[in-house]
């Protein structure tokens, strides 16, 4: 059987998988402080990203991500992260300056 990869994705697809399809395989492959920290992740993104913004729903991600991205370095290496994934805690005053990204 052919490795797969993914590569080459840009920014909105990267955004699907981490809104609609990264959650599905979770439940059954990994360990529950993982799933927990992932699925953050993907309600982070799916807040963020939706087409009305709640401002009492911003609010609860913004002070919810500094934890989010403390479980992800808990379970991932040092190499996962780089400096986008930082950029999310930023993400949140741009979209309440912006609106809807």
Do not use: W
Not at 7 to 30: E, F, N, Q, T, W
Not at 33 to 46: G, R, T
Not at 74 to 90: G, N
């Amino acid at each position: 059987m052919k490795e797969i990869k993914i590569s080459g994705l840009k920014s909105p697809d990267c955004h699907v998988i981490l809104k609609h399809l990264l959650p599905l395989p979770l439940c059954d492959l990994l360990k529950p402080h993982v799933q927990e920290a992932l699925i953050e992740l993907s309600i982070f993104f799916d807040i963020l990203g939706a087409k009305e913004l709640k401002m009492d729903a911003l609010e609860q991600i913004k002070a919810q991500i500094s934890t989010t991205l403390c479980n992800l370095e808990k379970v991932f290496p040092p190499t996962f992260f780089d400096v986008i994934l930082y950029l999310s805690i930023h993400l949140v005053h741009e979209a309440k300056v912006g609106r809807p990204i």
